[in-house]
């Protein structure tokens, strides 16, 4: 097993350090460089379906939900088809409507979630057009789908998903350019510049880890919190819930992701100096607006960790410790702040003597319902 883990201590922080490895598979032969357009081979075959749909509907569970919920913004921006993101277990019980026009992407690590399954067969028997995003290959989802695209990351063995997710996102920011593309709805320069940051991810990432160090300090310092907020907004506010679970999941402190906005509305009842808030707030459309929530965040004496674009001394300036990425364009900041929000669950978990790769109660892949 040591072997297996590459010098690592835990499979999880070597999923963690393989991202910039798993994007680049994932990307592998879907970019024409030359050209700067995406050849997604599987599904051309369904582009006409695909770009006539009225509606996208996106099951999944866990992690992959969330990665769903970006996805929502991504093809809503760049393709402008409306998508709504279900939890798989809820959309099988509640009698939903699905047209045969839909699209009904299911997205899964391992293919063989019991909940996705069964809003896939649902969905199937109203006629939709199913679409698999999976790591697994030959799994069961991808034989159930009409259509689908592997997330190609490898086999991920942490119970606690890392290089599956950023490849889910991966494949969707393609997806959305894909569909952008065909639509001849995005300047080619626009595609251009994102097909280029999506390009970079890998080197991009491997400049965060430089921040390892200091996020196993921020670690230290509020490994004995009770309670963490996770804040975010637009497109970075899925990443708040993935770093809200995955801290839950691996060092059970109790965490809640949320609208940075939303905040009012209830949890900032919460906030005292006894509170982590951790914000991604990097150099995005809702920067001025994550100001403020910060602000709001410091009046309550909550001690703030900001995820920040490298050179903000705005922030720098009002946060207790700040975690910098690398400049990007908007649409890369969910793959890019992902990474210290894993690193700091990974070093409390650590830190907290719990069983990183194998959390109590947690099962890779949830056969039953
Ligand atoms: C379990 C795993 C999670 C995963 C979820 C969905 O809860 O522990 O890491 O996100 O299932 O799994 P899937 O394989 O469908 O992505």
Not at 205 to 228: P, R, V, Y
Not at 330 to 344: G, R, V, Y
Request: glycine fraction near 6%; charge should be negative.
């Amino acid at each position: 097993e040591a072997l297996e883990k590459g010098g690592y201590d835990h499979f999880m922080l070597k999923e963690i350090y393989e991202q910039p490895h798993s994007i680049a598979n994932c990307m592998r032969g879907r970019i024409d460089h030359e050209r700067k357009k995406i050849n997604l081979g599987g599904i051309s075959e369904y582009a006409a379906k695909l770009l006539t749909a009225k509606r996208i509907i996106i099951v999944s569970c866990g992690t992959s939900w969330h990665a769903g919920l970006v996805g929502e913004y991504l093809i809503e921006e760049y393709a402008r088809i409306p998508v709504e993101v279900e939890y798989a277990s809820e959309f099988r019980y509640r009698h939903p409507i699905i047209n045969q026009d839909d699209i009904v992407i299911a997205i899964s690590q391992s293919g063989e979630t019991a909940d996705t399954i069964a809003a896939i067969e649902l969905a199937k028997r109203a006629g939709a057009t199913i679409l698999g995003i999976c790591n697994v290959v030959g799994s069961s989802i991808p034989r159930l789908s009409h259509t689908g695209m592997y997330t190609h990351a490898g086999p991920e063995i942490g119970v606690a998903s890392t290089k599956a997710f950023t490849a889910q996102v991966t494949a969707l920011s393609l997806l959305a350019l894909y569909l952008a593309q065909q639509q001849e709805r995005l300047p080619l320069s626009k595609i251009t510049s994102l097909l280029t940051a999506l390009e970079t991810a890998p080197a991009l990432i491997t400049t965060c880890f430089q921040s390892n160090a200091l996020i196993q300090h921020i670690a230290g310092e509020i490994k004995d919190s009770t309670n963490c907020l996770f804040l975010g907004r637009g497109i970075n506010f899925p990443v708040a819930l993935e770093g809200a679970l995955k801290l839950k999941e691996i060092s059970y402190i109790h965490a809640e992701g949320y609208p940075a906005a939303e905040m009012k509305h209830g949890p900032i009842a919460l906030i005292d100096e006894q509170m982590p808030v951790i914000v991604i707030a990097t150099k995005d459309s809702s920067y001025d607006k994550i100001i403020s929530n910060i602000q709001e965040v410091k009046a309550r004496k909550g001690k703030i960790i900001a995820i920040i674009t490298e050179g903000d001394t705005v922030i720098r300036a009002i946060a207790d410790y700040i975690i910098e990425i690398p400049p990007c364009e908007e649409a890369l900041t969910p793959i890019l702040a992902t990474i210290p929000l894993q690193l700091l669950a990974y070093h409390i978990a650590v830190m907290r003597g719990c069983n990183v790769d194998q959390p109590r109660n947690l099962a890779k892949s949830v056969t039953v319902e």
